[in-house]
């Protein structure tokens, strides 16, 4: 086997070590996220119980997943809205490419599962125009980047960097000063959210009992993007479903504080349907103030084949709060370059299940597996337990770092690594 | 009449912090300690094989060592290692089920001992922080007793990390990445001791591999001496 798989990303991740404005923006982003994160815990001392909770609801959720996934989807077509089942990437933009069709203008939230299938490309090749509406989304979007933080995506960049790729977008100079910038932002894409034909977001947790979305979020766009445009489509992974609505409610306490260091999100949107009036008449009409369609898409993508997988399974309890990633020595330093689609060890599982194990095979050699996302972890889930037996699998492929071969001669020849 | 110890060095004491074998082993001939080494024999315990994902070398390297300690028929195995100590104690539990001796950490072995030793310590006067390595805190649970055998040093003034204990950075060198990415493991340790709390005179591991990693990412950079425990405790011995 050539070397390619590890020279490239190694390459990665030295531009990345060597890039100080990148290195800023996080070290900024990892000192404000620990200390408001402290605080909130601080201020929540019940939280511990609920966690713990959210832990047994999820190891108890992820073994129904399929199960789940009638139920929401049968309550979900019953109150008007349609529900889809896509095994892979490519069903997932089939179905996405029939629903939005052509020429239409597109507006998005925060989704790291659209990220996952490749949606952006597949809509704008068939003419669509879309607008990132999240901020961090927003702007790496205008600078044709990939995100680098599940819940901070744009976490890399630095104010100063903001302001000129605001100012070349608007034509005009926009200073370095953040509440200018998110000023920006608002006014730009105020007029995108009603004249957009559809709305696409994620959702962070669906309670299966009632066909419930949850969309947890702080700038409000989500609220916008699911209720301006006439079509919302939303669309998950299987592993975000829990049986009831109560559930939910638990799940929706864990994820503020551990995502951002606040006791509650500045807005929780909860959608079982399309949007409905029976004013007149009693008579009931689809599509009063919000859209007309309600489309929702479960997503398995390598979530089941994890579901059947022992060592692994543990991932699907992942809540994406990305607390981990802030507090990984590794993530610190490298950033988005740790990882693939998903990023910081648990993200290395999951690329590794939704994109492929070769596409994290060098990657995986930059953590080590020290454990302090275990510890940090609102689910304690065993993210170094995962990432070892991984590294197993991928040493048995092949995927063997010449350094670590080294060694391993070295230790089979002489009883010590340096081969002394 | 206490049993036979074997003092297991570790592959780094034994070719990179020798200082540190070597003030374990003085630290043991102080403590009238009737001990034995493999010397030249010792071999390797297969900790970075298990790490870098090599699980079918691993196992046979440390099946073999198990062999080679068991057939000592010494029960009592002391590591200046937290590699060894982990490797030993879980790895070798989890393959092999039952391994006929126990390990213990030196910090824990000189902690058992603090009646003997704690009339040899003599003042230190200085600013130290205590770093937990990964394998021996968040991986064993040993956070205290390194700890505590700091604080029976006189005049000496235990600081902490912001981050420590369970929630310690780690070093830089785990898990493979010093030997795959040398130049991560650098940053690493750099960005770790950058949270040094000020003034701090020294900091103090207890694993060769933190202690290596830190020297070589400080660089003489932070004034600060970076020992490894046994040697702090030694220079309060007056060795």
Not at chain 1, 152 to 157: G, L
Not at chain 1, 190 to 207: E, S, W, Y
Not at chain 1, 259 to 267: H, K, N, Q, V
Not at chain 1, 360 to 367: G, M, N, R, Y
């Amino acid at each position: 086997m050539s070397d390619d798989w590890f020279s490239s990303k190694r390459d990665e991740f030295i531009k990345w070590l060597h890039d100080e404005n990148r290195r800023r923006g996080l070290s900024r982003a990892v000192s404000s996220y620990t200390a408001a994160r402290d605080y909130a815990l601080s201020c929540l001392p019940h939280l511990e119980k609920i966690r713990k909770e959210v832990r047994k609801i999820k190891e108890y959720a992820v073994e129904q997943m399929d199960e789940l996934r009638k139920i929401a989807s049968e309550r979900i077509t019953e109150s008007h809205g349609n529900a889809y089942f896509a095994r892979d990437a490519n069903e997932a933009r089939k179905i996405f490419l029939e629903l939005v069709g052509s020429n239409k203008i597109v507006v998005k939230s925060k989704s790291l599962v659209t990220e996952e299938i490749h949606l952006n490309g597949a809509l704008e090749r068939n003419g669509n125009k879309i607008f990132e509406t999240d901020l961090g989304e927003f702007i790496i979007q205008i600078r044709g980047e990939k995100p680098t933080h599940i819940i901070n995506p744009s976490v890399h960049v630095p104010k100063e960097e903001v302001a000129k790729t605001f100012s070349k977008l608007l034509g005009r100079e926009v200073k370095p000063d953040i509440p200018e910038l998110v000023g920006v932002a608002r006014e730009y894409l105020r007029d995108k959210f009603c004249k957009a034909d559809i709305g696409i977001t994620g959702a962070n947790v669906v309670a299966a009992n009632t066909g419930t979305l949850f969309i947890i979020e702080n700038e409000g766009n989500a609220r916008f993007v699911s209720n301006a445009p006439p079509v919302h489509i939303c669309i998950t992974g299987i592993e975000k479903l829990v049986p009831t609505l109560e559930d939910a409610f638990k799940v929706v306490q864990v994820l503020p504080p551990y995502a951002t260091g606040i006791l509650m999100s500045a807005y929780v949107s909860m959608i079982t349907s399309p949007s409905r009036t029976a004013d007149i008449e009693k008579t009931l009409v689809y599509g009063a103030h919000g859209p007309k369609e309600l489309h929702v898409i479960f997503l398995d993508n390598g979530r089941s084949r994890m579901l059947r997988d022992p060592l692994m399974k543990e991932a699907l309890y992942c809540l994406r709060c990305g607390g981990c990633m802030y507090e990984c020595p590794a993530y610190r330093v490298l950033g988005g370059s740790f990882g693939h689609n998903y990023f910081g060890g648990i993200g290395i599982i999951w690329s590794a299940f939704t994109a492929g194990e070769d596409k994290v095979a060098a990657a995986i050699d930059a953590c080590m597996k020290c454990g302090r996302c275990k510890e940090v972890c609102p689910l304690e889930i065993d993210v170094p337990k995962m990432i070892e037996c991984l590294k197993s699998r991928l040493v048995e492929k092949g995927y063997l770092a010449d350094k670590h071969r080294m060694i391993k001669e070295n230790i089979l020849k002489t009883g010590n690594p340096f081969g002394e | 009449m206490p049993q036979k110890v074997l003092y297991w060095k570790g592959c780094m004491s034994r070719f990179r912090t020798k200082t540190i074998a070597d003030s374990i082993e003085r630290l043991l001939t102080l403590l009238n300690v009737d001990y034995t080494t493999l010397g030249e024999k010792e071999g390797c315990c297969g900790s970075v094989l298990y790490r870098t994902g090599q699980t079918a070398d691993a196992l046979s390297v440390s099946k073999n060592t198990l062999e080679k300690i068991s057939s000592l028929n010494i029960k009592d195995v002391v590591t200046g290692c937290p590699g060894c100590f982990r490797t030993m104690s879980q790895d070798y539990t989890n393959a092999f089920r039952s391994v006929p001796f126990k390990v213990r950490h030196i910090s824990q072995f000189l902690f058992d001992m603090q009646g003997e030793l704690r009339g040899h310590l003599r003042p230190i006067e200085a600013k130290v922080v205590y770093h937990d390595p990964c394998h021996l805190g968040r991986h064993m649970g040993v956070y205290e007793e390194p700890r505590a055998l700091i604080k029976m040093i006189p005049k000496v003034d235990l600081l902490e990390f912001k981050y420590n204990r369970n929630k310690a950075l780690c070093c830089g060198s785990g898990g493979g990445v010093r030997s795959a990415f040398p130049e991560i493991s650098l940053e690493i340790s750099k960005s770790t001791l950058g949270e040094l709390p000020e003034g701090t005179d020294i900091l103090v591991t207890a694993c060769p591999f933190c202690k290596y990693n830190f020297v070589e990412g400080n660089n003489r950079k932070i004034k600060i001496e970076i020992v490894d425990l046994p040697e702090l405790i030694l220079r309060a011995c007056g060795g």
